[in-house]
């Protein structure tokens, strides 16, 4: 059974810092592409990073690029979400994922077949 666990979420002040990790288990995910959505009250899920399972760089949602960084342990099975500059927009639930199938690009919530159960951050003004 695959099972991804995020951790790391909290309430932090404008500017603070947070990072996110997910640990995924019942399967192998180093060929897979992993990301991170967020979902805010009253709204949609939305795509915030994910992250090649084949060495190709990082994809960023424009509102997240230059503040959130993510990063994969595949040893460990285990993607982390570095976030920076945190503003109160950045408040959502976040939700790592995994893509459907390996060796390909996966960036839209249909792309992705694996969820955590969420993690709460909430950023203060």
């Known amino acids: 059974q695959v099972q991804l666990v995020e951790s790391g979420g909290g309430l932090v002040q404008t500017g603070g810092s947070l990072r996110l990790s997910c640990a995924a288990s019942?399967?192998?995910?180093?060929?897979?592409?992993m990301g991170w959505f967020r979902q805010a009250p009253g709204k949609e899920r939305e795509f915030v990073v994910a992250?090649?399972?084949?060495?190709?760089?990082?994809i960023y949602a424009d509102s997240v690029k230059g503040r959130f960084t993510i990063t994969r342990d595949n040893a460990k099975n285990t993607e982390y979400l570095q976030m920076n500059s945190l503003k109160p927009e950045d408040t959502a639930v976040y939700y790592c994922?995994?893509?459907?199938?390996?060796?390909?690009?996966?960036?839209?919530?249909?792309?992705?077949?694996?969820w955590g159960q969420g993690t709460q951050v909430s950023v203060s003004s």
């Open positions: 994922a995994a893509a459907r199938v390996p060796f390909r690009r996966a960036t839209t919530v249909g792309d992705f077949g694996f």
């Open positions: 019942g399967r192998t995910f180093s060929t897979y592409d």
């Open positions: 992250i090649s399972g084949v060495g190709l760089g990082p």
